[in-house]
C-alpha cells in the first residue's frame, strides 16, 4: 500500500549544464496540448489550422500576463507588504498563476486576433473549450514541483509528503496533506470529458461550449480551492477565489442559459444534401417522402420535368 506521494527534492530538472524550471515546463506542455487539440478540432470543422498557431502566439503571453496579474493582485502582501520584494512579482518562475485572469485576458486577445483574421470567433471558442482545461490539468503538475497549493493535513494512502521549508507555520508539524494540485488536474481531466459530452449529446448554439467549460470547472475549483491551507484573502468564512468561482459559475450558467433560450440553437448539419431531395441545402429525415402532394398514379418520373395535367380522352375538345 502507498503509504504517501513523495514531492521533488527541487523545482529544476538538471540537463547537463541546463537547467529547466519544472513549473515553466508544465506550463509550456500544457500550452502545447491545447494548441494541438484546438488546431486538430479547428480543421475538423474546415478551418486552416495555422491560424491557431497564429492566436496562440498572442493570446498564450496574453494569458500569462493576465494569470500573474490576478495572482499580484490578489496577493500583493507578499510582494509589496512588510518585508516583501517588488521585484519578485517578475519571478514567474516560482509560481503564483491566477487562472481567472489568464483565461479572461487570454480569450479576449484571442478572440481579438481572430477577428482580425475574419475568422468565425464562436466557433473557435467551441474548438478552444475542452482544450483549455486539458491545459491546465497538465499545467497543475508546475504546483507539484514546487510544493505548493497543497491542502489540509491528511494520513490517507494518496497524501503528499512536503518538506518542512515549503509547510506553513501553523501546520509545521505535520508531514503529509491532502494534494490539492492532483485532485483540481483530475478534475480538470473530468471537464474535458464533460465538454466532449455536452457537445455530443446537447444541441447548443456556437460559442457555447466555453460556457460549459467554465461553468464545470468553477463548480470543481469551488471545493479543491476551500480545502488548501496557503494564504488567501478571506471575505466571510470562504477564500476570496471560492467567491470568484462561485460567482463565475453563476454567470457561466446565466450565459449559457441566455444565449440557448428562444429560438431553435445553430447546429452545422454534418449530412451531406443529395441532389433532387428536399430543398437546395435541406437534407430531410431518412426514409421519408420526398414527393409529399404528388398523386402516385401518373407522377412524373424523379428528375422529369412536370407539365400541365392531360385532359381526359373523352373530353370535348
Same mark, same amino acid.
Given at each position: 500500500m502507498i503509504a504517501s506521494l513523495p514531492s521533488p527534492s527541487s523545482g529544476a530538472i538538471h540537463l547537463g549544464p541546463l537547467q529547466l524550471r519544472a513549473y515553466g515546463l508544465c506550463i509550456a506542455l500544457g500550452v502545447w496540448a491545447a494548441v494541438v487539440v484546438t488546431a486538430r478540432r479547428y480543421r475538423a470543422r474546415g478551418g486552416d489550422p495555422n491560424l491557431i498557431t497564429t492566436i496562440a502566439i498572442w493570446a498564450v503571453p496574453a494569458g500569462i500576463v493576465g494569470a500573474r496579474i490576478y495572482h499580484v493582485i490578489t496577493d500583493y502582501e507578499l510582494y509589496f507588504g512588510a518585508g516583501g520584494h517588488p521585484l519578485n512579482a517578475l519571478k514567474i518562475w516560482d509560481g503564483g498563476l491566477g487562472i481567472w485572469g489568464g483565461i479572461a485576458l487570454g480569450v479576449v486577445v484571442g478572440a481579438w486576433v481572430a477577428h482580425r483574421h475574419h475568422a468565425d470567433v464562436p466557433l473557435l471558442l467551441d474548438c478552444a473549450a475542452p482544450a483549455l482545461p486539458l491545459?491546465?490539468?497538465?499545467?497543475?503538475?508546475?504546483?507539484?514541483?514546487?510544493?505548493?497549493?497543497?491542502?489540509?493535513?491528511?494520513?490517507?494512502?494518496?497524501?503528499?509528503?512536503?518538506?518542512?521549508?515549503?509547510?506553513?507555520?501553523?501546520?509545521?508539524?505535520?508531514?503529509?496533506?491532502?494534494?490539492?494540485?492532483?485532485?483540481?488536474?483530475?478534475?480538470?481531466?473530468?471537464?474535458?470529458?464533460?465538454?466532449?459530452?455536452?457537445?455530443?449529446?446537447? @444541441?447548443?448554439?456556437?460559442?457555447?461550449?466555453?460556457?460549459?467549460?467554465?461553468?464545470?470547472?468553477?463548480?470543481?475549483?469551488?471545493?479543491?480551492?476551500?480545502?488548501?491551507?496557503?494564504?488567501?484573502?478571506?471575505?466571510?468564512?470562504?477564500?476570496?477565489?471560492?467567491?470568484?468561482?462561485?460567482?463565475?459559475?453563476?454567470?457561466?450558467?446565466?450565459?449559457?442559459?441566455?444565449?440557448? @433560450?428562444?429560438?431553435?440553437?445553430?447546429?452545422?448539419?454534418?449530412?451531406?444534401?443529395?441532389?433532387?431531395?428536399?430543398?437546395?441545402?435541406?437534407?430531410?429525415?431518412?426514409?421519408?417522402?420526398?414527393?409529399?402532394?404528388?398523386?402516385?398514379?401518373?407522377?412524373?418520373?424523379?428528375?422529369?420535368a412536370a407539365g400541365p395535367p392531360s385532359p381526359p380522352q373523352d373530353a370535348p375538345p
Open positions: 491545459a491546465q490539468a497538465i499545467g497543475r503538475w508546475g504546483n507539484w514541483w514546487n510544493q505548493e497549493l497543497f491542502g489540509r493535513p491528511t494520513t490517507l494512502p494518496w497524501a503528499l509528503e512536503i518538506s518542512r521549508g515549503h509547510r506553513p507555520a501553523a501546520y509545521v508539524q505535520y508531514s503529509t496533506f491532502h494534494p490539492t494540485f492532483l485532485y483540481e488536474s483530475l478534475w480538470d481531466l473530468c471537464v474535458v470529458g464533460i465538454v466532449l459530452l455536452v457537445e455530443r449529446k446537447v @444541441r447548443l448554439r456556437k460559442g457555447s461550449l466555453l460556457a460549459v467549460y467554465v461553468a464545470a470547472y468553477t463548480f470543481g475549483r469551488f471545493f479543491t480551492e476551500y480545502e488548501r491551507i496557503d494564504f488567501a484573502h478571506k471575505i466571510g468564512p470562504l477564500r476570496l477565489n471560492d467567491w470568484v468561482s462561485a460567482v463565475v459559475f453563476v454567470g457561466a450558467v446565466t450565459v449559457l442559459v441566455v444565449l440557448n @433560450r428562444g429560438s431553435r440553437p445553430e447546429v452545422a448539419d454534418r449530412t451531406p444534401a443529395v441532389a433532387g431531395e428536399g430543398a437546395p441545402g435541406v437534407v430531410g429525415p431518412a426514409g421519408a417522402d420526398e414527393s409529399v402532394g404528388v398523386p402516385e398514379h401518373g407522377a412524373p418520373e424523379h428528375g422529369a
